[in-house]
T-cell receptor, first 114, second 115 residues
Framework: EAQVTQNPRYLITVTGKKLTVTCSQNMNHEYMSWYRQDPGLGLRQIYYSMNVEVTDKGDVPEGYKVSRKEKRNFPLILESPSPNQTSLYFC?????????????FGPGTRLTVT | AQSVTQLGSHVSVSEGALVLLRCNYSSSVPPYLFWYVQYPNQGLQLLLKYTTGATLVKGINGFEAEFKKSETSFHLTKPSAHMSDAAEYFCAVSLITGGGNKLTFGTGTQLKVEL
């Protein structure tokens, strides 16, 4: 089944404790992206990757890092999480970086930072 | 800069009634427009998209949307609501920028369907 998977689905952590949220897609997609969803704000892009060689910041990159060492995986790293990073996170992928292309979303990771 | 406005954060309809969810965009160039649906505890799923060509776009589950350039709108409709349509709906716009396939989302509309 074609899908985007994220792990963990739920995570509660404390301020400053490094964490990684994994994202993997099995559709051989070039483009991958991370979003966060907050009530009343919709989804906002954190980072994106056009392919394994190109990764860049989105609208809200502060406090996050990403890595794209292989095409299928795009982990999101929070080096020192803070309470304002409590949110619902989505990974998405697309065939290419083409603007008419549908993005496929993972099921989401709900992160709570205390 | 592109932006998307969804009017009404919550919409309630009766089962069998018309569903109308409003979306307006701002863009200096022709955009690509999308509607995504999010069911509880799930990720987003594409309902439909407008890229070029016919301005009336049909999607899954009986939904459709019409691109009206003069009104900068892309409203989502369904003739007859079903209980299973209860979800959150997001309008999004994609434009050519240095950021690849970036979607700018509206703030979402929660659709409630009542008996």
């Amino acid at each position: 089944e074609a899908q985007v998977t994220q792990n963990p689905r739920y995570l509660i952590t404390v301020t400053g404790k490094k964490l990684t949220v994994t994202c993997s897609q099995n559709m051989n997609h070039e483009y991958m992206s991370w979003y966060r969803q907050d009530p009343g704000l919709g989804l906002r892009q954190i980072y994106y990757s056009m392919n394994v060689e190109v990764t860049d910041k989105g609208d809200v990159p502060e406090g996050y890092k990403v890595s794209r060492k292989e095409k299928r995986n795009f982990p999101l790293i929070l080096e020192s999480p803070s309470p304002n990073q409590t949110s619902l996170y989505f990974c998405a992928s697309s065939t290419t970086g083409g603007f008419s292309h549908e993005q496929y979303f993972g099921p989401g990771t709900r992160l709570t930072v205390t | 800069a592109q932006s998307v406005t969804q009017l009404g954060s919550h919409v309630s309809v009766s089962e069998g009634a018309l569903v109308l969810l409003r979306c307006n965009y701002s863009s200096s160039v022709p955009p690509y427009l999308f509607w995504y649906v999010q069911y509880p505890n799930q990720g987003l799923q594409l309902l439909l998209k407008y890229t070029t060509g016919a301005t009336l776009v049909k999607g899954i589950n009986g939904f459709e949307a019409e691109f009206k350039k003069s009104e900068t709108s892309f409203h989502l409709t369904k003739p007859s609501a079903h209980m299973s349509d209860a979800a959150e709906y997001f309008c999004a716009v994609s434009l050519i920028t240095g950021g690849g396939n970036k979607l700018t989302f509206g703030t979402g509309t929660q659709l409630k369907v009542e008996l």
